[in-house]
Protein backbone atom coordinates (compact mmCIF):
# COMPACT_ATOMS: atom_id res chain seq x y z
CA UNK A 1 0.00 0.00 0.00
CA UNK A 2 1.48 3.65 -1.30
CA UNK A 3 -1.48 5.73 -0.34
CA UNK A 4 -2.48 8.26 2.09
CA UNK A 5 -6.37 8.06 2.18
CA UNK A 6 -7.94 11.05 3.61
CA UNK A 7 -12.01 10.75 4.29
CA UNK A 8 -14.47 12.53 3.94
CA UNK A 9 -13.43 14.07 0.15
CA UNK A 10 -15.81 16.95 1.02
CA UNK A 11 -17.47 18.14 3.87
CA UNK A 12 -19.80 20.88 4.63
CA UNK A 13 -20.43 22.42 7.97
CA UNK A 14 -21.80 24.83 9.94
CA UNK A 15 -19.99 27.15 12.17
CA UNK A 16 -21.45 25.38 15.67
CA UNK A 17 -20.70 21.80 14.34
CA UNK A 18 -18.10 19.44 15.59
CA UNK A 19 -16.58 17.25 12.48
CA UNK A 20 -13.63 15.05 12.09
CA UNK A 21 -11.00 14.64 9.36
CA UNK A 22 -9.23 11.43 9.03
CA UNK A 23 -5.66 10.40 7.23
CA UNK A 24 -4.46 7.13 7.17
CA UNK A 25 -1.37 5.11 5.47
CA UNK A 26 0.14 1.97 5.89
CA UNK A 27 3.51 2.77 4.63
CA UNK A 28 5.53 2.35 8.15
CA UNK A 29 5.79 6.09 7.67
CA UNK A 30 6.54 7.81 11.32
CA UNK A 31 5.93 11.62 10.30
CA UNK A 32 2.31 12.83 9.63
CA UNK A 33 1.36 16.32 8.38
CA UNK A 34 -1.39 18.50 7.93
CA UNK A 35 -1.68 21.08 5.69
CA UNK A 36 -4.01 23.40 4.48
CA UNK A 37 -4.71 25.17 0.92
CA UNK A 38 -7.18 27.98 0.14
CA UNK A 39 -7.74 28.64 -3.64
CA UNK A 40 -4.93 29.72 -5.77
CA UNK A 41 -2.47 29.79 -2.82
CA UNK A 42 0.11 26.97 -1.88
CA UNK A 43 0.09 24.70 1.00
CA UNK A 44 0.94 26.22 4.67
CA UNK A 45 1.99 23.67 7.33
CA UNK A 46 -0.23 23.62 10.35
CA UNK A 47 0.74 20.59 12.39
CA UNK A 48 3.37 17.87 12.64
CA UNK A 49 3.86 14.54 14.06
CA UNK A 50 7.06 12.25 14.28
CA UNK A 51 6.66 9.03 15.78
CA UNK A 52 3.22 9.68 16.99
CA UNK A 53 4.33 12.84 19.25
CA UNK A 54 3.05 16.53 18.12
CA UNK A 55 6.28 18.00 17.15
CA UNK A 56 4.96 21.38 15.53
CA UNK A 57 2.66 23.35 15.62
CA UNK A 58 2.51 26.29 13.18
CA UNK A 59 0.30 28.76 15.70
CA UNK A 60 -3.38 27.19 14.61
CA UNK A 61 -6.10 28.27 16.18
CA UNK A 62 -7.63 26.53 19.05
CA UNK A 63 -10.39 25.71 16.61
CA UNK A 64 -8.54 22.74 15.27
CA UNK A 65 -7.34 20.00 17.15
CA UNK A 66 -4.57 16.91 15.88
CA UNK A 67 -5.01 13.75 17.37
CA UNK A 68 -2.45 10.90 16.45
CA UNK A 69 -3.91 7.38 17.97
CA UNK A 70 -1.15 5.03 16.24
CA UNK A 71 1.68 5.63 13.65
CA UNK A 72 -1.05 4.89 10.77
CA UNK A 73 -3.57 7.47 12.17
CA UNK A 74 -3.95 11.24 11.99
CA UNK A 75 -6.98 13.09 12.61
CA UNK A 76 -7.91 16.91 12.87
CA UNK A 77 -10.59 17.32 14.84
CA UNK A 78 -13.02 21.06 13.81
CA UNK A 79 -15.13 22.62 16.16
CA UNK A 80 -16.33 26.15 15.81
CA UNK A 81 -14.67 26.95 12.75
CA UNK A 82 -15.37 30.33 11.28
CA UNK A 83 -16.26 30.63 7.12
CA UNK A 84 -12.78 31.86 6.21
CA UNK A 85 -11.39 28.17 7.74
CA UNK A 86 -13.03 26.98 4.30
CA UNK A 87 -10.11 25.36 2.55
CA UNK A 88 -8.57 22.29 1.09
CA UNK A 89 -6.72 20.23 3.37
CA UNK A 90 -4.00 17.78 2.69
CA UNK A 91 -2.89 15.47 5.02
CA UNK A 92 1.14 13.86 3.73
CA UNK A 93 3.27 10.98 5.46
CA UNK A 94 6.83 10.54 5.28
CA UNK A 95 9.60 8.81 7.34
CA UNK A 96 10.84 10.78 10.07
CA UNK A 97 14.21 13.09 8.78
CA UNK A 98 15.00 15.51 6.25
CA UNK A 99 16.16 13.51 2.88
CA UNK A 100 12.90 11.41 2.48
CA UNK A 101 9.92 11.71 0.17
CA UNK A 102 6.35 12.63 0.76
CA UNK A 103 3.30 11.10 0.31
CA UNK A 104 0.12 13.54 -0.25
CA UNK A 105 -3.55 12.38 0.27
CA UNK A 106 -6.16 13.87 -2.30
CA UNK A 107 -7.21 16.55 0.24
CA UNK A 108 -10.45 17.16 1.88
CA UNK A 109 -12.07 20.10 0.46
CA UNK A 110 -14.39 21.99 4.17
CA UNK A 111 -17.11 24.46 3.54
CA UNK A 112 -17.88 26.57 6.41
CA UNK A 113 -21.40 28.09 6.18
CA UNK B 1 12.57 30.94 7.16
CA UNK B 2 13.21 29.40 3.72
CA UNK B 3 11.73 31.94 0.71
CA UNK B 4 11.25 29.48 -2.22
CA UNK B 5 10.60 31.72 -5.53
CA UNK B 6 8.89 30.16 -8.66
CA UNK B 7 8.89 31.06 -12.36
CA UNK B 8 7.18 31.66 -14.42
CA UNK B 9 3.58 31.81 -12.24
CA UNK B 10 1.34 30.97 -15.31
CA UNK B 11 2.58 29.48 -18.55
CA UNK B 12 0.89 28.28 -22.17
CA UNK B 13 2.28 26.36 -24.58
CA UNK B 14 1.77 24.20 -27.55
CA UNK B 15 1.59 20.22 -27.56
CA UNK B 16 5.00 19.07 -28.05
CA UNK B 17 6.80 21.89 -26.65
CA UNK B 18 10.26 22.00 -24.05
CA UNK B 19 9.32 23.00 -21.06
CA UNK B 20 11.45 24.78 -18.24
CA UNK B 21 10.03 25.83 -15.02
CA UNK B 22 12.24 27.43 -12.49
CA UNK B 23 12.85 27.64 -8.39
CA UNK B 24 14.91 29.22 -6.56
CA UNK B 25 15.42 29.23 -2.83
CA UNK B 26 16.72 31.82 0.22
CA UNK B 27 18.81 29.35 2.55
CA UNK B 28 20.38 25.94 3.01
CA UNK B 29 17.70 22.51 2.40
CA UNK B 30 17.65 18.89 3.25
CA UNK B 31 16.13 18.10 -0.18
CA UNK B 32 14.00 19.92 -3.10
CA UNK B 33 10.85 18.41 -4.81
CA UNK B 34 9.01 18.93 -7.25
CA UNK B 35 4.90 18.35 -7.11
CA UNK B 36 2.03 17.96 -9.52
CA UNK B 37 -1.23 19.28 -8.96
CA UNK B 38 -4.35 18.88 -10.99
CA UNK B 39 -7.87 20.56 -9.98
CA UNK B 40 -10.02 19.02 -7.66
CA UNK B 41 -6.77 19.18 -5.63
CA UNK B 42 -4.40 15.97 -4.24
CA UNK B 43 -0.51 16.34 -4.73
CA UNK B 44 1.62 13.68 -6.59
CA UNK B 45 5.24 13.57 -5.62
CA UNK B 46 7.59 13.95 -8.75
CA UNK B 47 10.59 13.92 -7.76
CA UNK B 48 12.71 14.77 -4.68
CA UNK B 49 16.33 15.69 -5.24
CA UNK B 50 19.71 16.70 -3.23
CA UNK B 51 22.13 16.81 -5.54
CA UNK B 52 22.47 16.56 -9.78
CA UNK B 53 20.12 14.82 -11.74
CA UNK B 54 16.98 13.01 -12.11
CA UNK B 55 14.86 12.14 -15.27
CA UNK B 56 11.54 10.05 -15.46
CA UNK B 57 9.74 9.41 -18.68
CA UNK B 58 9.75 12.82 -19.84
CA UNK B 59 10.51 14.75 -17.29
CA UNK B 60 14.09 16.06 -16.14
CA UNK B 61 14.58 17.94 -12.75
CA UNK B 62 18.12 19.45 -12.05
CA UNK B 63 19.18 21.35 -8.85
CA UNK B 64 22.47 23.29 -8.45
CA UNK B 65 23.09 23.49 -4.64
CA UNK B 66 25.68 26.18 -4.81
CA UNK B 67 23.46 28.32 -6.89
CA UNK B 68 19.93 27.35 -4.56
CA UNK B 69 18.53 26.56 -7.94
CA UNK B 70 16.37 24.17 -9.17
CA UNK B 71 14.66 23.51 -12.84
CA UNK B 72 11.76 20.94 -14.53
CA UNK B 73 11.90 19.97 -17.61
CA UNK B 74 9.58 18.47 -19.67
CA UNK B 75 9.82 17.04 -22.81
CA UNK B 76 7.70 16.73 -25.25
CA UNK B 77 4.74 18.31 -23.49
CA UNK B 78 1.44 17.18 -23.86
CA UNK B 79 -2.22 17.95 -22.66
CA UNK B 80 -2.33 15.66 -20.02
CA UNK B 81 0.47 17.54 -18.32
CA UNK B 82 -1.33 20.57 -17.60
CA UNK B 83 -1.10 21.35 -13.86
CA UNK B 84 -0.22 23.05 -10.94
CA UNK B 85 3.68 22.46 -10.75
CA UNK B 86 4.88 23.36 -7.39
CA UNK B 87 8.51 23.36 -5.90
CA UNK B 88 8.78 22.68 -2.11
CA UNK B 89 11.90 22.62 0.43
CA UNK B 90 12.93 21.17 3.18
CA UNK B 91 14.58 22.50 5.76
CA UNK B 92 18.35 21.57 6.53
CA UNK B 93 19.35 19.51 9.48
CA UNK B 94 17.00 16.79 9.22
CA UNK B 95 14.02 16.05 11.12
CA UNK B 96 10.28 16.03 10.11
CA UNK B 97 10.03 19.73 9.59
CA UNK B 98 7.15 19.65 6.96
CA UNK B 99 7.93 21.26 3.69
CA UNK B 100 8.03 25.02 2.55
CA UNK B 101 6.21 25.35 -0.68
CA UNK B 102 6.77 27.57 -4.00
CA UNK B 103 3.44 29.94 -5.03
CA UNK B 104 3.28 26.86 -7.69
CA UNK B 105 3.34 27.69 -11.42
CA UNK B 106 0.24 26.98 -13.76
CA UNK B 107 1.09 25.14 -16.68
CA UNK B 108 -1.32 24.93 -19.63
CA UNK B 109 -0.25 22.76 -22.71
CA UNK B 110 -2.81 23.17 -25.95
CA UNK B 111 -3.41 20.65 -28.49
Redesign the interface.
Known sequence: DTEVTQTPKHLVMGMTNKKSLKCEQHMGH??M?W?K?KAK?????MF?Y?YEKL??NESVPSRFSPECPNSSLLNLHLHALQPEDSA?Y?C?S?Q????????????T?LTVV | KNEVEQSPQNLTAQEGEFITINCSYSVGISALHWLQQHPGGGIVSLFMLSSGKKKHGRLIATINIQEKHSSLHITASHPRDSAVYICAVGVAGGGADGLTFGKGTHLIIQP
Open positions: RAYYQKPPELVSSILLASAGGNYGYTFGSGR
